[in-house]
């Protein structure tokens, strides 16, 4: 059975192999979690080592990160298209459907692979599965709008909840809050985000159809990669 420590060094290989594709005056963009950590490490020691890029991250946790290793950084609203974009899933599928958002960032995560033209996911091998939803699906949504979601969410057959910490409401970047909704395994992810997409009041959710160009998966000492 594989440890916690096997699945990190799992992470890091397929960091490593992603951030091979990185080349000199490319526009990058920088996922959040545990998984993309080890992408913006490898990227701040290729930098040091003469990478000339920019940078767009995807959270005030991740822009952090990558100031403190010399990473230039851009903000988004001057960019037309993002090159190659490098972040985590907390599941994925051997189709390239994704449930994101364990970490707060989806909103941003989102809209930074929508601007990408080559979108590159990275993973270790406890989070491929065959059916999505055993991980819950975060919806980001205005604050004004939790309980009427919460109730939306509730006539669609999900159960829900507000992400909480510290005993009160979890606040993303954006200062929005996170419902994380449970439907249970999910037969039909497209049909769940249409249906997401038409709740008023939700500004993104956790899963992530068609922005996956490649998933590289880190198995022992092999990265195995699925694609389109």
């Known amino acids: 059975m594989k440890t916690k420590s096997d699945f990190e060094?799992?992470?890091e290989l397929a960091a490593k192999e992603a951030v091979k594709l990185i080349g000199d005056n490319m526009i990058?963009?920088?996922?959040?979690?545990?998984t993309a950590?080890?992408?913006?490490m490898e990227i701040g020691q290729r930098v040091k080592e003469g990478l000339k890029i920019k940078a767009v991250p995807t959270s005030e946790e991740t822009e952090k990160l990558a100031a403190s290793l010399n990473i230039e950084l851009i903000d988004i609203k001057t960019v037309d298209a993002i090159d190659l974009t490098i972040d985590g899933a907390d599941e994925f599928t051997s189709e390239l459907m994704m449930i994101k958002g364990g970490g707060?960032?989806?909103?941003?995560?989102?809209i930074v692979?929508?601007?990408?033209?080559k979108k590159?996911?990275?993973s270790d091998s406890s989070k491929k599965v065959e059916m999505l939803g055993k991980f819950k699906v975060p919806v980001e949504v205005v604050p004004f709008a939790a309980n009427y979601v919460?109730?939306?969410?509730?006539?669609?057959?999900?159960?829900?909840?507000l992400r909480m910490k510290d005993g009160r409401e979890f606040l993303t970047d954006q200062e929005n809050y996170i419902i994380d909704a449970d439907f249970g395994l999910i037969d039909d992810p497209k049909t769940l985000s249409t249906l997401l997409n038409g709740i008023e009041g939700v500004l993104a959710h956790g899963l992530f159809i068609e922005l996956a160009d490649q998933i590289i998966m880190g198995d022992g000492d092999t990265a195995i990669v699925f694609e389109k």
């Open 9 to 11: 060094r799992e992470k």
């Open 28 to 34: 990058v963009g920088l996922g959040t979690g545990s």
């Open 37 to 40: 950590y080890y992408a913006i």
């Open 104 to 110: 707060g960032a989806l909103f941003r995560e989102k």
């Open 113 to 117: 692979l929508s601007l990408t033209k």
């Open 120 to 122: 590159i996911i990275i």
């Open 150 to 161: 919460l109730k939306q969410i509730a006539s669609k057959g999900g159960s829900s909840e």
